[in-house]
């Protein structure tokens, strides 16, 4: 069974930082594709930042150059360092696993996902 694990969020001011970690058990393949999500309150889930199997990464533009993805394969586990944070930031955000990868990474159509982290940026 698949398992996906986020911790990491919490309440921070403007120009904070904070590191997401997603810790994924089960998975039996050696290839794969990831994604970092949020959502805000009355908001739709957004992609933030994808990674692959060979190290490719991509990020949405509102994070680029504040956010990076990065994947520890040896722990199964998936970062998302998160710089510079802005109240709009907020959301809660999830990591899911085994879903489309290259330019599509940012369609919410994975097969797993975790419950969620909280990230608060307050002004």
């Known amino acids: 069974q698949v398992q996906l694990q986020e911790s990491g969020g919490g309440s921070v001011q403007s120009g904070g930082s904070l590191r997401l970690s997603c810790a994924v058990s089960?998975?039996?393949?050696?290839?794969?594709?990831v994604g970092w999500f949020r959502q805000a309150p009355g908001k739709d889930r957004e992609g933030v930042a994808g990674?692959?199997?060979?190290?490719?990464?991509d990020y949405a533009e509102s994070v680029k150059g504040r956010f990076t993805i990065s994947a520890d394969n040896a722990k199964n586990t998936f970062i998302l360092q998160v710089n510079s944070l802005k109240p709009e930031d907020t959301a809660m955000y999830y990591c899911?696993?085994?879903?489309?990868?290259?330019?599509?990474?940012?369609?919410?159509?994975?097969?797993?996902w975790g419950q969620g982290t909280q990230v608060t940026v307050s002004s």
């Open positions: 089960g998975y039996g393949h050696r290839g794969y594709c």
């Open positions: 899911a696993a085994d879903g489309p990868c290259g330019t599509r990474w940012y369609i919410a159509e994975y097969n797993y």
């Open positions: 990674i692959d199997s060979y190290g490719t990464t």
